[in-house]
Every structure is written in C-alpha cells, then in structure tokens.
C-alpha cells in the first residue's frame, strides 16, 4: 500500500473513529471517573476510591436490582425463544412463498407502535379490571381479579411481547437459508422428526438462536419504562435503581458506578456466548 492510499484510508476512517471517540469512548471513560468519586452535601467529591462499587455489593437493595434484572431477563430469553423458533418454524416451511413478506410483515406490525404506549396498553390489559382478569373470571378459572400489572409477571409478559418477534426474525433468517435437502437427506436415512431437529435443523440455526438471544438480553436486562409501567416499584431492576440515583438523589457517581456493573454483566455474557458458539463450531 502506497502513502497515498494509506492517507486516503485515515480520511475515510477518520469521520467514524471522531464519532466513536467523541460519543462513545469519551463518555464511557468519564462515567468510568464519576464512579470512582463520591457525592456529598456539598456537590461530587473527586476522591478517587472504590466506595460506590463496595455499596452496590454490601448493600441488599442495590444487589437485588441486579438479581432481579438477571432473572426477569433470563425468564424472557427463554420464553421468547420458546414462542419465537415454532413461530419462525411455520413462517419458513408451512406459509407459502407468496405469503411470506406478509407473514413477516405482520410479525413486526408491534414494533411500528411507540414502545411506551404497548407497555400501558398491556397495562390496561393486565389490571384487575382488564381484559385478562375479566376472561379468566367469565371462564370460572378464577372468582376475584388477580395482581398481573404491577408484578415480575406483568413485566415478563410485557417483554417476552417486545421481544419474541424480534427473535422470530433473526431465527427465522436461518431457517429460510437452510438447504431443504439437507432435511430429505435426513429422512431418507430413517431418522425421524425430532432427530431431524435434534441433529439437522437446530445445530443449523443455533447462530440465529444465539442471536436473538443475546439482543434480546441486551435490551432486556438495560429496559427502564416496561418494568416502571409493568411492574410498578415493588420489584425494582438495576435501571431502575440507576434512575432512582439520579432523580432523587442526584448521586451521579454512584449511577454511574451501578451503570459500568450492568455493562459488565452484559459483557461478560457476550463473552460467554461468544465462547460456547466458537466451542460448537470446532
């Protein structure tokens, strides 16, 4: 590579690295600062030292946020993939070629309506005198309206909606890209439906699976409004914690400290899916 061609290639790269460096490694590096500082009477104290990562660890509150976005997030994961692979499944092998751009269409139809007002709709729909309770009542399943909204439960059912469409389309990528020969192949040599998915369909779309997986734990597991709107306050999760620091304690080091944990949570659970999918292709 000449000098020219060198320089014509910082130019073109430059735009995008000011960009990151400017609004994500600034920002992040800052936080990173923040957090090792101390808020007192008298504004932030810049006294570097590990205070505010000792309390989120030692102190029960603060510690459950973090619990509570690990389960809620892990229960939605494996829910969505449950819904999302039969859904995919029947879109890609049982809807008709022509019907498909349709099919998919209407699968993302949710995510064209303003995620704050899907979370109070399934909030009306979740309360005591939704639509929810009052099918459960007429059925006879129940005699007297049961606590959904405002409960982990309503915020799982909130999400998994979210969600599980997104999945089905990363799923469902795989799926319309698996050779169908392969699937034929299986069957001429006796194995049977689920040893066809066993062996054939799910080692090929494991990468989608994956996929979606982990997007959805990343929006998950850093959502604030649908477990505000959903599951109220008796439950809190990390973020809401992180936003319960700074409206009403204005304790700008000690979000920034519970913020740098949430992404290393999510970062070491990258790290560990990146892992096992590299172990799964050798």
Request: hydrophobic share 60%; aromatic share 12%; glycine share 6%.
């Amino acid at each position: 590579m000449t000098g020219y061609d060198a320089r014509r290639g910082w130019g073109l790269l430059a735009p995008a690295l000011i960009w990151t460096l400017a609004f994500f490694a600034a920002p992040l590096v800052w936080m990173a600062c923040m957090s090792l500082w101390r808020r007192t009477a008298q504004g932030i104290a810049r006294d570097w030292s590990l205070d505010n990562y000792t309390a989120f660890f030692t102190k029960p509150a603060y510690f459950a946020g973090l619990v509570n976005s690990v389960e809620i997030t892990a229960i939605v994961v494996v829910a969505s993939v449950l819904l999302a692979y039969p859904l995919a499944a029947i879109i890609a092998f049982r809807v008709p070629a022509r019907w498909r751009r349709l099919a998919l269409l209407l699968a993302v139809l949710p995510f064209w309506t303003s995620y704050v007002v899907r979370s109070y709709a399934w909030l009306l729909v979740l309360s005591k005198g939704g639509i929810v309770n009052d099918a459960l009542m007429a059925s006879g399943l129940i005699d007297a309206p049961v606590a959904i909204a405002n409960t982990r439960a309503g915020t799982v059912i909130g999400f998994v909606h979210f969600f599980v469409m997104l999945m089905t389309l990363t799923i469902y990528a795989d799926l319309a890209r698996l050779p169908r020969s392969y699937i034929r192949a299986a069957a001429d040599l006796g194995a049977g439906p689920v040893r066809i998915f066993r062996h054939v369909i799910l080692p090929l779309t494991l990468p989608g699976v994956c996929i979606g997986a982990f997007l959805t734990l990343v929006l998950c597991i850093g959502d604030y409004i649908t477990p505000q709107i959903l599951g109220g306050n008796a439950e809190l999760t990390l973020p809401q914690l992180i936003m319960m620091q700074i409206g009403r304690r204005a304790d700008f080091p000690a979000a920034a400290a519970m913020a740098l944990i949430l992404m290393a949570v999510i970062a070491l659970a990258y790290l560990a899916l990146a892992r096992w999918m590299k172990a799964q292709r050798t």
